[in-house]
C-alpha cells in the first residue's frame, strides 16, 4: 500500500508519512473492531492518493522516453513491493494449512495465487456478486485487493504518460501541461464509470481497478499541478486547507459503514481530503497539524505501514483458528503487538535491504527474482489445491459408499430413530472439505448446458429442465436459493413418478411481490420485475404443481427482515392468488433452519467435538409468514408442506444428522441431506398432484 519513501534524492515529507499512519491506523481499527470505527476501510483510499501523487511525482521529473525507462521503473517497484508481499503470502500459505478448516485451504490457495499474480481484487469482484461464494469464510489474503489494484496501477501508469510525453513532443508542446490534461481526462472517465457502476453492481465495483483508478490519479494530476506551479502556500491558506482535510479523512472513517455505496462518489470525501493536506504540505507551527503529523512515533508507523497492512489481516483471519474462540481485547492487543513486531522486523531485514541498488544490477535480477518468488506461491497454492482435492476425490468414495445402502440411520431417518449411534468424524458424508461441491445441480452455473439462476443485477428470467423431460407431468420449482435447495429430493421423486422439472430460481431474490430492499435500487426494481415475469409465466406453463420456497434474506423496502413479514405475506398472497384464478395447484414449502454460520467450517474445525456446532430450534428456524397465507387462502389448489421435523429433533437441530453433512454453507441443505428428505417430500407432492 505504500509508495517510495522519497524520489530521487527529495527529502522524505514528514506530512505524507504521517497521512499513511493515518491511514494504516484506520484499516487496523476497522478490522480489528468493525463496530469501533464503521468507516475505518477509507484508510486505504488514503494510501491510494498518496500512491498516485509520489508516483507521478517520480515519473514527471525525470519523463519516461523509452522502454528501458518503463523498465528501470519497473524495477524499482518490483524491488520495492514484492519481496515484503511474496514473504507474508508465502507464511500465510503456511499458517492456513496449519491453522485453518481444511474447508478453507481451496479459497485461500485460489486467493494467494492471484494475490501473487496481483489480479486477485478481479476474482474478489467476481466472487462478490456470486450469493452462494459471498457466504464463504473470508480469506486471510482477501486485502491484497488493494495492492493488486496499485501494481496494475504502476503497470499502466507510466506507459500513459510515455505516451502523453509522445504525443507533447511530436505536437511540440510542453510535456506537463499534455500530460495533466490527458490525467484529468482519465480520472474524470474513472471516475464517472465508479459513480455509475457502484449506482448499479456494487459488490463488483468495489474491487475492479476501473472504478478505483481515479482517486490514484487524483494524487497523479495534484502531483502534475505541483510541478506546474511549485511553490509553497502560504501559512494563511495552507493550515486551514490541512486541518480541513484531515477533518474530511476523520468523518469519514467515523461516518461511512459498510452500507454506504462506495467507492462512488462518496470516495471523494477522503480522496480529496487527503489531497488537501499533501498539497498544504503544513509546516511546522502551534497553529498547523504538521508538528502532531512529525511525532516520532508516527513517523515510525508511517515509515512500516506497508508491512503493517500486509502481516495485520492474516492474524486477524488466522488467530482465533490458533485459540479456537472469537477475539477478545486481550486477542486484540496481541494481535496489534504481533502485526507491530513482524512489520517492523519486514522492514528492517527485507524490505531495506531488496531496495539496495545492488538489487537493480544488471536490470534484468529483479524481474527473475520477482518470478521465482511468484513462482514459489504459486507452487504452494497449487500443492494446497492437489492436496484438497485428493482429499476431496476420498470424501466422494466415502460419500457415495454412503449412498449406496439404504440404513435406517442415515440421514433424515435417523431422527425417527433415538437408538442411532453417533458417527465418527471421519465417515461423515459428505467430508467437511467436499461439502461445498454436494449441493443442488440447480446451482451449477451451467446445468444441462443452461445458466439457471437469474442473478443480479438484471435478474432475468431462466428456465432448466431436470427429471424425465418426456413426462407428462410438470413439476415448476419457483423461488430462490432455498428452492433450489429442494431439487435434489425432486428430482430422486421425479425419478419414482415420472416427472418433468422445469426451475425458475433467482439468487437471493424471494418470490414475493413486494419491493425487497438490495443494494441499489436498480436491483430492486429488477427483482421485483422478476417476480412478476415469473408469477405469468407459471401461469402460462400452467404446470401440474408448482414447488414454492424462498428464503428472506433482506428486508422489504424501507424496512428490516424482520419487520417486513406483513409484507412479504401479503407479497405471497398476490402470487399464489394468480396461479389460483390460473387454476394451478402450488405446493408451498417452508423454509429450512440456517445457522448463520460456515457449518462445514464449524465442523472441520471441531473435529470430533462436531455436536458443539449443532443450535436450537427456536434459534435457526426463521419466521414462515407464507404459512399464515396458505392457511387464509382456504384453497385445495394451495397446499403447504414443513418438513422440519425431519431436518431438526424436537428442540436441537444438528450440523450432522444421521452420519450426513446438514448443511454445504450457512443455510443450504447438501444435496446428500435433500436427497434423504426425498422419502418425506414424495407423498406430500404426490397428494398435491392429485389435489
Known amino acids: 500500500m505504500q509508495a517510495p519513501t522519497s524520489t530521487g534524492t527529495r527529502a522524505v515529507r514528514t506530512d505524507i508519512q504521517g ?4 491511514a494504516v491506523s484506520l484499516v487496523l481499527a476497522y478490522h480489528l473492531s468493525p463496530h469501533s470505527l464503521t468507516g475505518g476501510f477509507t484508510g486505504v483510499d488514503v494510501f491510494f492518493v498518496i500512491s498516485g501523487f509520489l508516483i507521478t511525482l517520480h515519473l514527471l521529473e525525470r519523463l519516461p522516453e523509452r522502454p528501458r525507462d518503463l523498465a528501470a521503473f519497473w524495477s524499482r517497484r518490483v524491488r520495492r513491493l514484492l519481496p515484503a508481499s511474496l514473504l507474508v503470502l ?7 494449512r496449519l491453522l485453518a478448516p481444511e474447508t478453507q485451504w ?26 452462494l461464494a459471498a457466504e464463504n469464510a473470508p480469506s486471510p489474503v482477501q486485502h491484497f485487493w488493494s495492492l493488486s489494484v496499485e501494481e496494475q496501477f504502476y503497470f499502466v501508469w507510466p506507459v500513459l504518460i510515455l505516451l502523453l510525453a509522445a504525443l507533447a513532443r511530436v505536437t511540440r508542446r510542453r510535456p506537463l501541461p499534455v500530460v495533466l490534461a490527458g490525467l484529468v481526462v482519465l480520472v474524470a472517465a474513472s471516475l464517472a464509470w465508479s459513480v455509475h457502476l457502484t449506482a448499479t453492481d456494487p459488490a463488483a465495483a468495489y474491487f475492479v481497478t476501473p472504478t478505483r483508478m481515479w482517486e490514484l490519479g487524483v494524487g497523479g494530476v495534484l502531483a502534475a499541478v505541483t510541478l506546474l506551479r511549485p511553490g509553497r502556500l502560504p501559512a494563511p491558506i495552507a493550515v486551514p486547507l490541512a486541518w480541513a482535510g484531515l477533518a474530511a479523512i476523520g468523518w469519514t472513517a467515523a461516518t461511512y459503514t459498510g452500507d454506504t455505496p462506495f467507492p462512488g462518489w462518496q470516495a471523494a470525501v477522503p480522496v480529496l481530503g487527503t489531497a488537501a493536506v499533501i498539497a498544504a504540505c503544513p509546516e511546522r507551527g502551534w497553529w498547523s497539524p504538521g508538528p502532531a503529523l512529525a511525532l516520532r512515533p508516527v513517523q515510525w508507523l508511517g515509515d512500516i505501514s506497508y508491512s503493517v497492512y500486509l502481516w495485520h489481516w492474516p492474524l486477524i483471519v488466522l488467530y482465533p483458528q490458533l485459540t479456537g ?27 531495506d535491504r531488496f531496495r539496495a541498488a545492488r538489487w537493480a544490477v544488471p536490470l534484468p535480477k529483479p524481474f527473475a527474482l520477482a518470478a521465482a518468488g511468484m513462482a514459489v506461491v504459486v507452487g504452494l497454492a497449487a500443492l494446497q489445491v492437489a492436496e484438497v482435492h485428493q482429499r476431496s476425490e ?12 439404504d440404513s435406517p440411520c442415515f440421514g433424515a431417518r435417523a ?5 442411532c449411534p453417533s458417527t465418527a468424524y471421519g465417515d461423515i458424508v459428505p467430508a467437511p472439505i467436499e461439502a461445498a461441491k454436494d449441493r443442488s445441480d440447480a446451482y451449477d452455473e451451467q446445468a444441462d448446458g443452461h445458466d439457471c439462476w437469474a442473478y443480479r443485477p438484471r435478474f432475468p428470467t431462466k428456465e432448466c429442465v431436470f427429471g424425465d423431460a418426456s413426462a407428462d407431468r410438470t413439476v415448476v420449482l419457483a423461488g430462490n436459493s432455498h428452492a433450489g435447495q429442494w431439487l435434489p429430493a425432486l428430482q430422486k421423486i421425479a425419478e419414482e413418478q415420472h416427472l418433468r422439472i422445469v426451475t425458475l430460481l433467482a439468487s437471493q431474490c424471494a418470490l414475493s411481490d413486494v419491493r425487497q430492499q438490495f443494494d441499489t435500487a436498480a436491483h430492486s426494481t429488477a427483482c421485483l420485475s422478476w417476480v412478476r415475469r415469473v408469477t405469468a409465466r407459471v401461469a402460462e406453463l400452467h404446470p401440474d404443481l408448482v414447488v414454492m420456497a424462498n428464503r428472506i434474506s433482506v428486508g422489504a423496502e424501507g424496512s428490516t427482515v424482520e419487520g417486513s413479514q406483513q409484507l412479504y405475506a401479503d407479497g405471497y398472497r398476490t402470487v399464489l392468488d394468480a396461479w389460483r384464478a390460473a387454476g394451478v395447484r402450488t405446493l408451498v414449502v417452508r423454509d429450512t433452519p440456517a445457522p448463520s454460520f460456515l457449518v462445514p467450517d464449524c465442523v472441520a474445525q471441531k473435529k470430533s467435538a462436531y455436536r458443539d456446532c449443532d443450535g436450537t430450534r427456536a434459534t435457526w428456524l426463521p419466521a414462515a409468514p407464507e404459512q399464515g397465507v396458505v392457511a387464509s387462502l382456504h384453497s385445495p389448489l394451495v397446499t403447504f408442506a414443513d418438513l422440519t421435523d425431519h431436518i431438526c429433533g424436537p428442540k436441537v437441530c444438528s450440523a450432522v444428522t444421521g452420519g450426513v453433512l446438514t448443511y454445504f454453507d450457512g443455510s443450504h441443505l447438501t444435496a446428500t441431506y435433500a436427497t434423504t428428505l426425498a422419502r418425506y417430500l414424495g407423498p406430500i407432492v404426490e397428494d398435491a398432484l392429485r389435489g
Not at 90 to 96: N, P
Open 90 to 96: 508465502t507464511a500465510t500459505l503456511v499458517g492456513s
Open 394 to 405: 476420498d470424501a466422494a468414495l466415502a460419500l457415495a459408499r454412503g449412498l449406496s445402502g
Open 325 to 351: 474462540h472469537a477475539l477478545t481485547w486481550v486477542d486484540r492487543g496481541a494481535i496489534l503487538a504481533a502485526t507491530l513486531s513482524l512489520a517492523a522486523l519486514t522492514k528492517v531485514l527485507v524490505e
Open 415 to 419: 431422527l425417527e430413530r433415538p437408538d
Open 19 to 22: 497521512l499513511r499512519a493515518i
Open 106 to 131: 481451496e479459497n485461500t490457495a485460489r486467493q494467494a495465487r492471484a494475490a501473487a499474480l496481483y489480479v486477485v481484487n478481479w476474482l474478489l469482484a467476481r466472487d462478490a456478486v456470486d450469493y
